[in-house]
């Protein structure tokens, strides 16, 4: 059972385009929110996270917005670079006990900026 | 003054050996965690420890045995080794709740 869901498997925009990027998720024990960014051939980097008890988080070029009650939110980035092809992972944490937090991820978007 | 390194990058075995992978964090960080990539990219979580204690363990076989030797290791031992566990296997560190930083990942490929 998918607990945070990427829909959109793949993306293509235009440089200095809008990116939106979508994520889902279905366990409400969720507190926090995280976006991470993959190359090929190297581990998840992270980008930019969000706090159950807010709704925006903006770090230059990336966004992310939150929507609790529709369990959605989403990564944009703008303008979009040729450097920010890759593969986005959505990702949701929640206390999993003895001082541990367990992240789940989604299955990621591939993104394509096209120049 | 790589934060997570893993060792090897590449690993190509026969069925049925006995492996490890070798993950060491530079950060101070007190929680490490192993996560598998699987061939439908699905990243999810194995083991998590926290200073040096077994926290998560996840429906992983046994043939799986995670082992930290000290705060800043965490390696993967694998026995008897099944097609099935070809994927790559990512370590991780954590400090606060929010990020995980990622090593570069092992590719294991049983032949």
């Known amino acids: 059972d998918q607990q945070v869901k990427q829909n959109s498997p793949s993306l293509s925009v235009q440089e200095g385009r809008i990116s939106i990027l979508n994520c889902d998720y279905t366990n409400s024990m969720f507190d926090y929110f995280l976006w991470y960014k993959k190359y090929p051939a190297e581990g998840p980097t992270f980008l930019i996270s969000?706090?159950?008890?807010?709704d925006k988080n903006e770090d230059g070029r990336f966004t992310v917005f939150l929507n609790k009650s529709a369990k959605h939110l989403s990564l944009h980035i703008v303008p979009s670079q040729p450097g920010d092809s890759a593969v986005y992972f959505c990702a949701a944490t929640q206390y999993s006990g003895a001082g541990s937090y367990q992240l789940t991820f989604g299955k990621g978007t591939k993104l394509s900026v096209i120049p | 003054d790589t934060a997570v390194s893993q060792t090897p990058k590449y690993l190509v075995t026969q069925m049925g050996n006995d492996k490890s992978i070798k993950c060491e964090q530079n950060?101070?960080?007190?929680?490490m965690y192993w996560y598998k990539q699987d061939s439908k990219k699905f990243l999810k979580i194995m083991f998590s420890y926290n200073n040096k204690e077994l926290i998560i363990n996840e429906t992983v076989p046994n043939r799986f045995s995670p082992k930290s030797p000290d705060k800043a290791h965490l390696n993967l031992h694998i026995n008897s080794l099944e097609l099935g566990d070809s994927a790559v296997y990512f370590c991780a560190s954590r400090n606060t709740q929010e990020t995980q930083y990622f090593g570069p990942g092992t590719r294991l490929l049983v032949l």
């Open positions: 950060l101070g960080h007190d929680t």
């Open positions: 969000i706090s159950s008890i807010k």
